[in-house]
């Protein structure tokens, strides 16, 4: 069955770092496009970033860019978000997602991680 399993969420502090992982299984990563969504406490699911499976084509949500950065390794078929300078408002629940055709970032993506938590509180 394909399936992703995430791990590396945590409680951090402002300013801190934490490496998000998500494990592929049932599927080739590298043949998927790729991404990290977040849901904020009150707030919608939204796209954080996402790369086609060439790597043709990046997106960036601005509250982000220049902090987060996204990675693939094939070998291991795992995607990981690193995340740096982490700020109180980037609390929320983190979501891997994969998809064979779509890229568009927003969060209607044919595979999902179950989420992992990213408090970021002083």
């Known amino acids: 069955q394909l399936q992703l399993v995430e791990s590396g969420g945590g409680l951090v502090q402002p300013g801190g770092s934490l490496r998000l992982s998500c494990a592929a299984s049932g599927f080739s990563l590298d043949y998927y496009n790729i991404g990290w969504f977040r849901q904020a406490p009150g707030k919608e699911l939204e796209g954080v970033l996402c790369?086609?499976?060439?790597?043709?084509?990046?997106y960036y949500a601005d509250s982000v860019k220049g902090r987060f950065t996204i990675s693939r390794d094939n070998a291991k078929n795992t995607m990981y978000l690193q995340l740096n300078s982490l700020k109180p408002e980037d609390t929320a629940v983190y979501y891997c997602?994969?998809?064979?055709?779509?890229?568009?970032?927003?969060?209607?993506?044919?595979?999902w991680g179950q989420g992992t938590q990213v408090t970021v509180s002083a």
């Open positions: 997602a994969a998809d064979l055709l779509q890229f568009m970032c927003v969060p209607n993506w044919d595979y």
């Open positions: 790369i086609s499976s060439n790597h043709g084509s990046t």
